[in-house]
């Protein structure tokens, strides 16, 4: 049987790059993904969060917006979770004043920075986010956070259809097994957006802002 790798080449695979005009989404690093015992715990989101300060660094010094989402129930019984809860309930924990709903230390929205509230995976959906971005001129969205098999797939598969180029941080995304995680960037980098390391990121935000008047 052939590798995915050779099975794939020619047909998925090609490489679409940044555009002029990019953002930076962080995606759900909240504690329910980075304290042991919780039960949505993953080893991979601990590494991710550790990998992501340099990358933040990078897109504020260059001034690209950076925007934030967490998972946040607000109606009685987390109904407006939808199906999502019923099929996840251990998404339920996403409540004001669990402590596993607050971001993890370090990669914490600064002031001036948006926070987009979600109930469910994508981040484009239910939300503003992409008319927001449209707005701004931002043709490219870069896509840190968690999880690679959960939101970070849903929203870079809802990225795409909405128009902008897709770039997710290998190194600045994890899930709690690494089977998922790695077959979930193969697809995307296969089919939505391009995966990247996080050095190559860097590296492409520092030309935007040295094209920058």
């Known amino acids: 049987m052939q590798s995915?790798?050779?099975?794939?080449?020619?047909?998925?695979?090609?490489?679409?790059?940044?555009?002029?005009?990019?953002?930076?989404?962080?995606i759900d690093f909240l504690k329910a993904y980075t304290v042991e015992g919780a039960p949505l715990y993953a080893p991979g989101v601990v590494d991710a969060v550790a990998q992501t300060p340099a990358l933040l660094a990078a897109a504020r010094a260059a001034g690209i917006p950076v925007i934030h989402t967490r998972i946040l129930y607000l109606a009685e019984n987390c109904a407006d979770g939808g199906m999502w809860v019923k099929k996840a309930p251990v998404m339920m924990a996403m409540v004001e004043g669990n402590v596993l709903a607050e971001f993890c230390d370090g990669v914490e929205p600064e002031k001036g920075e948006l926070v987009i509230v979600k109930q469910y995976a994508s981040a484009f959906f239910g939300t503003s986010l992409a008319s927001l971005l449209h707005t701004q001129g931002i043709d490219t969205v870069i896509l840190a956070g968690c999880s690679t098999s959960g939101c970070i797939r849903a929203s870079a598969v809802d990225a795409v259809q909405h128009g902008f180029r897709t770039i997710v941080v290998r190194d600045c995304v994890g899930d709690r097994h690494p089977d998922p995680h790695n077959a979930n960037l193969f697809d995307i980098d296969s089919k939505y957006g391009d995966v990247v390391s996080r050095e190559d990121a860097i590296a492409e935000i520092a030309k935007i802002k040295s094209d920058c008047p």
Request: charged residues 15%; without cysteine; positive net charge.
């Open 4 to 26: 995915a790798e050779t099975n794939y080449q020619g047909v998925w695979g090609n490489r679409i790059g940044f555009g002029q005009r990019p953002a930076l989404l962080v």
